[in-house]
Every structure is written in C-alpha cells, then in structure tokens.
C-alpha cells in the first residue's frame, strides 16, 4: 500500500470532529504481559510512537518483576489480573476497555509496531472487523521450529474444519473492530484464545485479512511463557471443543460411526453362527453389541438437536453482532481517488479477506 494513504488514514484519525468518521475512531492498544520487564517499556514506546493518539493498555497477570512498574514509567495505563492465563487477561481487557479500534499486541517485543498503521488502514478501508499478522520470522531464533511445526499443524486442521481463510490462526497481532470484540464471548484460559478468535470469526463469517509482518527474537532478558507440548495439547483440546460446539452433527456422526463399527464387529461372528446354527453364542458379546448400536444412534440423534440449538446459538451471536455500531464507510470520493492513484502507480489492490 502507498506509504502516502497510510499517513494521510492516520492522521483522519487525529481528528477531533463531531461526526462519525474514520477520523473520530478512538483506538485502544491491548498489551498482555507476565514478567516482561525487559521488553514492555520498548513496546509501549514504539506504540505510542506509531498510534500517537491510541491510549495504550497494559494489563499485568501476575508478574513477579518490574513489568507494572516499566510499563507505567514508559506511559501505558496499567492495571492487573490476578488469574494467570492470556485468556484471562484478554477477556478482561475486552470487558474493560472501550473503544472503536482495538490493537492486540504481546508485550514481548516480537511485533513491529510500525505495521500497526497499515492494519488499520486495511481494516477501515476494507470496511473489515479483523486484520492479523501472519508472521514471517527473519531470524531462526525467533520462531523455533517445535513452535512452526505446531502452528502450521493447528492452522490446517482449523482450516480443514471451520474453512481456510488464515495462514497464521496463533498470531498474538491482530486490529479488531469494536463490533468484533464485544460480540466475543473469549471462553478460553490460556494461550489457546487465539484459536478461539480465528474460530469465532470463521464461524460468523466475519470480514477479515492478514498481512504479513516480520517476527523478530525476544530481546535479552525475556523468556517465552510458551510450552511446546503442554500449550500445544491445551490448544487441541480446545479445538475439539469448538468442534463439539460449532459443529455438533460432524462430530457426534464421527461418534456414531464409531460405536457402529465396533459393533459391527463384535457382532458378526455371532450373526454367522446364528444363521448357521439358529443359536445365540456368548451372550454377553450380544449385548455388549447391541448396546454400542443403541449408543451410535443416541450420538446421532444429540447431534441433530444439537446442530438445531447450535443455529440458534449463532443466529443470537450473530444478531447481537449487528446491534453493535460498524465502522463508519469511508468516503466514496476518496476511496475512488486512491482507485485511481493505484492504477497510476501500478499497485493492486489485495481482496478484502484472505491472505494480503
């Protein structure tokens, strides 16, 4: 994008008029952080240099520093939340927090915070609800391998379920519209939240993109709170979850195809035996059969009354969802001016969801 439409999006947005405009949207940076003294000063500097007109939260989960203490010398507002867990702390933070646009950041000093401007642009301009960051990680230590393999594997089985719209579903980057944000019921504990955004927009089929950002190594002194194998299963048990939520009819079928098959083959020995004989050999086999069929069809049938409860679970979601005020559209003339300033210039536009 033209490094001249961003400037002139971001400084609509220093405006102070009385009409809603992309020029009056307050924005709220959202920073969690656990013992991030050595880097969340640095973050919040950099924030406040890229969004001069943001107010910058820090929200502190405990931490056994100085990372309350750096934050607020380096001008964030800070406050704390005692349950331990990123989940925690976001939801909190969208409960608290107010805003037109909400900036959510890790406080580990990973995220360029020069790209902020630019997924706002994207998002006013696309008239979206989310962008997120699809890193692209430019030094090795930045990105550990365990830590790529994983995502990559929870990104397409997301995908594979609930539709490929992202490449990066466990980005801790992301600008979201304050539609998006108080329409989402942020379940989750842990690291696993971010799943739970990427699914929730997926199933409300919400506007959204993703550019790509670099992703830089923690600087001296910070320690991932990530673990591998541990937030890993976390986040799979997570998506089994919202599989039994989201898509209760593929899953209980799932079951049910299960429970027939074993009993299936538990049970054909003895129908040979019968047909042959006319006898009913190793009764407690017989039952245990017919038991595992009585339960397929149990499966199947929750799941048909559940997939009904779930459609009217998204028909609230989604109405609630629309009782909230969008973004303001953005002007039609200027919109057709910066058309015509891409065609000169021989920019593209990237399409309004999907990878940018």
């Not at 000063?41 to 969004?51: N, S």
């Not at 943001?54 to 989960?61: G, K, L, P, S, T």
């Not at 998204?314 to 003339?333: F, I, K, M, N």
Request: charged share 25%.
């Amino acid at each position: 994008m033209p490094a001249d439409r961003t400037a002139r999006v971001m400084s609509a947005i220093s405006n102070n008029g009385q009409a809603r405009k992309p020029g009056d949207l307050s924005i709220a940076v959202l920073i969690p952080c656990l013992d991030e003294e050595a880097a969340i000063a640095g973050v919040v500097r950099e924030f406040r240099a890229a969004l001069p007109t943001a107010e910058i939260h820090v929200y502190d989960n405990g931490s056994t520093d100085g990372t309350a203490r750096a934050a607020r010398d380096a001008g964030a507002l800070v406050r704390s939340e005692p349950m331990r867990g990123k989940g925690n702390v976001v939801r909190r933070m969208f409960a608290d927090i107010d805003a037109d646009l909400f900036v959510l950041v890790d406080g580990d000093g990973t995220y360029p915070a020069d790209r902020a401007p630019r997924m706002i642009e994207a998002l006013i301009e696309g008239g979206l609800d989310m962008v997120g960051g699809a890193r692209m990680a430019g030094e090795k230590a930045a990105y550990r391998p365990g830590h790529r393999f994983g995502n990559r594997a929870i990104t397409a089985t997301v995908g594979l379920i609930f539709g490929r719209r992202f490449s990066d579903i466990l980005s801790g980057y992301r600008v979201m519209s304050r539609r998006f944000v108080k329409s989402f019921p942020a379940l989750s504990t842990g690291f696993e939240i971010e799943t739970e955004i990427a699914v929730h927009a997926l199933e409300m089929r919400l506007p959204c993109a993703e550019l790509e950002i670099p992703y830089f190594e923690r600087p001296a002194g910070s320690s991932s709170k990530l673990r591998t194998i541990r937030d890993g299963i976390r986040i799979a048990r997570t998506i089994a979850a919202l599989i039994r939520e989201e898509r209760p009819l593929e899953f209980f079928s799932v079951l049910f195809a299960v429970l027939e098959l074993a009993a299936v083959i538990l049970s054909w020995p003895l129908l040979i035996e019968y047909l042959e004989t006319g006898l009913v050999p190793r009764l407690p086999t017989a039952v245990l059969s017919t038991g595992l069929a009585l339960l397929g069809f149990l499966s199947l049938a929750c799941g048909l009354i559940l997939d009904t409860v779930t459609l009217g679970r998204r028909e609230t979601r989604r109405l609630h969802y629309l009782s909230l005020p969008g973004l303001p559209v953005p002007d039609e003339r200027r919109a057709a001016e910066d058309r015509g300033h891409d065609a000169a210039s021989g920019t593209r536009e990237a399409p309004p969801c999907g990878h940018r």
